[in-house]
């Protein structure tokens, strides 16, 4: 799944981003993250693959907390 593939790789660039203490640069990342996977999900129709993006989405919302919290 393609677009599975580049939301890892999106999402390990804000881990990436909060490892180095770049809060600005990983909160930047985070937005255009939750932009792009809520674009996917308006877009899927298939059960399976929203169970799998939600599961992103709650991982997001946590990498939040932690650059804004």
């Known amino acids: 799944m393609e677009n599975k593939d580049s939301l890892i790789l999106e999402i390990q ?3 990436d981003f909060l ?3 770049q809060k600005d ?3 930047q990342k985070l937005v255009e993250v939750s932009n792009l ?3 996917i999900m308006d ?3 298939n059960d399976e ?3 799998e993006f939600h599961k992103y989405q709650i991982l ?3 990498l ?3 650059i804004n919290g």
């Open 13 to 15: 660039k804000i881990i």
């Open 19 to 21: 490892a180095l203490q």
């Open 25 to 27: 640069q990983a909160n």
């Open 37 to 39: 996977l809520d674009d």
């Open 43 to 45: 877009a899927t129709e």
């Open 49 to 51: 693959e929203l169970v």
């Open 60 to 62: 997001l919302n946590h």
């Open 64 to 66: 939040n907390v932690k």
